[in-house]
């Protein structure tokens, strides 16, 4: 009967049908890894953008795509691969969108610097280049992303710019050298005698001048520069030449004195005179004090020698007798204050003295010989001064008529013209006490001239006047508009429910005030009076106006303080902070504040809410360099569990336990970030996952394998009972004990089954063979909670059995016994297995879950 048994095990044990499907499954993995490494291994191999963009166009996994994705770059092919990817590969997706971001944004700061480039390229051809043009485009440059190529121009162009700078500092700093130069050579001048040197000096200033001007910067130069410039030489050089003129006017002085000094005869005092007089002129501060004092001393040397010897006796007579009298003392006091004042060249003063002496009786009071002849020749003297005086004051009146009568054909303003007219008078004025009376042609003819260039000014003075007769009348009409508004604004008896127009009020009272000020002039009689009533009229608006600006003050300053109160750190402090400011621009508008008031409490108002922005920006900047550390801590985890591949199965779990722990502990991550990280996390992670998979497939695999084996050596024991020798027991014991262990759950009850069936009690064999229906009811029990095929012979009973089942389950509920619990109770069950009970078992071990 049991000699089946026997033969099958000379003959290697049927596969059940869940070991066929899972070398199919397993073989298809294997296929499946295979076209995956080969995909990869294409992927690797591409060397182009375009064979990259194909592959990935067509190719079926995401990590050979992934990896061909790098190689795309181009902008067409990157946008084309993200419409492609968008919604099946959200990695690549990923890349392909940050790789297009980065490009827009390496695009922005290209136009940017070459809009700097450009800038600086204008600004170098720029004729006339400022420093603040130079600083402004410093700011708008960023050096930081900025390709190579155009930082190269731009720092090249940057060199020239500057340089042009320094050019033009130089350039200024020598132009305003060179005037501090001549002005000092000009003081020079006047002091020392080296004219020549001085005169090579201001050569070489104007010549440097020249090259300044010719500088190509020099339009940088201020203007003044050149102008002071030229002033200042063309005055210096005038100085020289007049100095260089007094001095050979002195020179032939000194010479003329030198002559007359060694002269050994008697000289005429006339010839000495008219020779002296003859000289080149200088003026009175050049004329030296030593060649006038040796002139004087040779005129009075040689003016005695020609002199009569009575005279010279009777001088002293004369000289005696006047000092006898009173008035030949004032004669001689007189006399020498002429010739004080001749030799002074003071005109005027000799006149007076010249008076004085012709005031005197000469016949009562003689001079002396000597004062006669120094009396004649003073009053030669004055009488030849007079005559320049004269002639040169009226050269001096025709050159006023003159200018008087050019004043008609100026464009001057009026009151320009008014203070030339003014200057020109009084000119004229002081010639008639310096020169003489004017004769009257020459002052019909000033006079007449005066009077036609001041037509204009007095057309100008009259326009005036009627102007502010004219702003006065406007001023009358400007208090009684002030006064009708403030009676209508601002009744004596409010309208119920009716509030003043505040903001109208504000407005009209600054236009009216400004109005006033901008107003004209206004005679001064009517000035004070008109100013007095137009600021009590405004006062009646003013004074309510001011209360009602006090309370809009109160009304800011609790906005202040409520924005300074303002949390920042809440979500609702943005909207709040925005409301507040809604509300203040709403006052504003309704009711207008005095400028600096107004702007005091705005400043103070944004001071408080920049505050509550920079409370919050700061904390944003904790937060991201929170989420930075989160990410880095992220990036350590994943990067522990990438190099967990190496390490031992037993250790992943725990591995695996501690990092998703870790990962669960760590905060938020920067957003641009996150998705990259958690798809990193979760492949690392996968990755493991898959290992410890394979691992416990395998694991459950030998499981079932062992299994299997241990029943087939527990149904060969129960098959050969009371016919096994001890040698057979023997060597059943080693091919057990070479077995794997089981679970502890089915290694129990395996090995109570095989030392039953090893130990061959009484009845034991009776008792297996009367198990064997049950065995096979245990069996379809079996396979209807594996949802496994049963035989067809069996199928009425299946059905039978399964509405039991059925009933069962719904009565025991989540107590209920699965295929596992089934499969144990089965094992432990003594009961004879025929082939196809064996088989039916097997199966449904395969199927179990270990």
């Known amino acids: 009967m049991f000699g089946f048994l026997f033969k099958r095990a000379d003959r290697p044990a049927p596969q059940p049908v869940a070991e066929v499907q899972a070398a199919v499954r397993a073989e298809a993995r294997q296929a499946s890894d295979q076209a995956k490494q080969q995909a990869l291994s294409q992927a690797e191999a591409l060397g182009d953008e375009a064979a990259a963009v194909e592959f990935i166009l067509q190719s079926s996994f995401a990590d050979a795509r992934l990896r061909a994705a790098q190689l795309v770059s181009s902008r067409e092919a990157l946008e084309k691969v993200l419409q492609a990817c968008r919604n099946t590969d959200r990695r690549v997706a990923k890349l392909m969108q940050g790789r297009l971001d980065s490009a827009r944004q390496q695009q922005l700061v290209t136009d940017k ?129 007049d100095l260089q003129q007094h001095e050979v006017a002195l020179q032939a002085r000194r010479d003329l004195l030198a002559t007359w000094e060694g002269a050994t005869e008697a000289l005429n005092p006339a010839t000495l005179k008219s020779a002296w007089s003859a000289l080149p002129s200088l003026p009175a501060a050049a ?137 020109l008078r009084a000119r004229w004025k002081s010639l008639d006490g310096s020169s003489g009376s004017a004769p009257k042609v020459l002052w019909e003819s000033f006079d007449a001239a005066c009077t036609t260039a001041y037509a204009p000014v007095a057309a100008h003075f009259q326009q005036q006047a009627e102007q502010r007769q004219a702003n006065q009348v406007n001023a009358r009409a400007l208090i009684d508009e002030v006064q009708q508004y403030a009676q209508a604004a601002l009744p004596a008896e409010p309208v119920a429910g009716v509030a003043p127009d505040w903001k109208a009020i504000a407005q009209f009272c600054q236009q009216k005030q400004q109005a006033w000020k901008s107003q004209g002039p206004i005679n001064r009689s009517e000035k004070k009076a008109l100013d007095s009533a137009f600021a009590a009229a405004i006062q009646v608006l003013l004074t309510p106006l001011a209360a009602q600006q006090r309370s809009e003050i109160a009304r800011r300053e609790r906005l202040i303080d409520e924005a300074a109160q303002l949390p920042a750190n809440q979500r609702d402090t943005a909207d709040r902070v925005r409301e507040l400011q809604q509300r203040w621009q709403e006052q504003a508008k309704a009711l207008p504040l005095p400028r600096q008031e107004e702007q005091e409490l705005w400043l103070r108002f944004r001071a408080a809410c920049d505050a509550i922005f920079a409370q919050r920006k700061e904390s944003a900047s904790s937060a991201d360099a929170e989420r930075r550390d989160n990410l880095r801590l992220r990036e350590e985890q994943c990067a522990l569990l990438e190099a967990a591949s190496v390490e031992p199965e037993t250790a992943l779990p725990k591995i695996l336990q501690q990092a998703q722990q870790e990962w669960a502990r760590a905060g938020q991550v920067p957003r641009a970030e996150q998705a990259q990280i958690e798809a990193r996390f979760q492949a690392a992670v996968a990755t493991i996952q898959a290992r410890l998979e394979q691992s416990r497939r395998q694991a459950a695999v030998a499981q079932a394998d062992a299994l299997r084996d241990k029943l087939i050596l527990c149904q060969k024991a129960e098959a050969n009972l009371g016919t096994a020798a001890d040698d057979d027991e023997s060597d059943r014991r080693q091919s057990w004990a070479a077995l794997p262990p089981l679970a502890p759950s089915f290694e129990k009850i395996i090995a109570a089954r095989f030392e039953r069936a090893l130990q061959n009690s009484d009845g034991y064999a009776a008792t297996l063979e009367a198990n064997r229906p049950l065995l096979q009811q245990e069996l379809l029990r079996a396979e209807i909670l594996a949802s496994a095929e049963s035989p067809p012979e069996l199928s009425r009973e299946r059905l039978q059995l399964q509405v039991e089942v059925l009933q069962a389950s719904l009565k025991a509920g989540a107590t209920a016994r699965n295929i596992e619990q089934q499969l144990l109770h089965i094992c432990d069950l003594p009961a004879a297995m025929d082939e196809q009970a064996l088989g039916r078992l097997l199966k449904l071990v395969a199927l179990a879950k270990f």
Not at 163 to 189: F, K, M, N, T, W
Not at 328 to 335: G, T
Not at 363 to 368: A, D, N
């Open 113 to 241: 610097a070459s809009a700097s480039v450009t800038q600086a390229q204008r600004l170098l051809q720029e004729p006339l280049l400022m420093p603040n043009q130079v600083a402004e485009l410093d700011r708008g440059w960023n050096a930081k992303d900025a390709p190579a190529g155009l930082l190269q121009e731009f720092e090249q162009i940057r060199a020239a710019l500057a340089g042009r700078l320094a050019d033009q500092a130089g350039l200024q700093r020598s132009a305003i050298g060179l005037l501090a130069d001549v002005r000092e050579l000009h003081q020079q001048a006047r002091t020392d005698g080296q004219h020549a040197a001085q005169t090579a000096a201001l050569d070489a200033l104007e010549a440097q001048m020249t090259a300044c001007s010719s500088h190509a910067e020099a339009v940088t130069l201020p203007r003044h520069l050149a102008v002071d410039f030229a002033q200042e030489a063309q005055a210096l050089r005038k100085l020289l030449a």
């Open 287 to 423: 004329l030296g004090d030593e060649l006038e004092q040796r002139y004087q001393a040779l005129l009075k040397q040689h003016t005695v020698v020609v002199s009569k010897p009575e005279k010279i006796q009777a001088a002293p007579k004369a000289e005696q007798a006047a000092a006898d009298n009173g008035e030949r003392a004032s004669i001689a006091e007189a006399l020498e204050g002429l010739e004080k004042s001749l030799e002074d060249g003071a005109l005027q003063a000799a006149m007076d003295f010249d008076k004085t002496l012709r005031a005197i009786d000469f016949k009562t009071h003689k001079p002396s010989a000597a004062q006669v002849s120094r009396l004649a020749q003073a009053r030669s003297e004055l009488t030849r001064l007079q005559g320049w005086a004269r002639w040169g004051g009226n050269v001096s009146r025709e050159e006023l008529t003159k200018a008087a009568q050019e004043l008609a054909g100026q464009e001057l303003a009026p009151a320009e013209l008014a203070k030339k007219i003014g200057s």
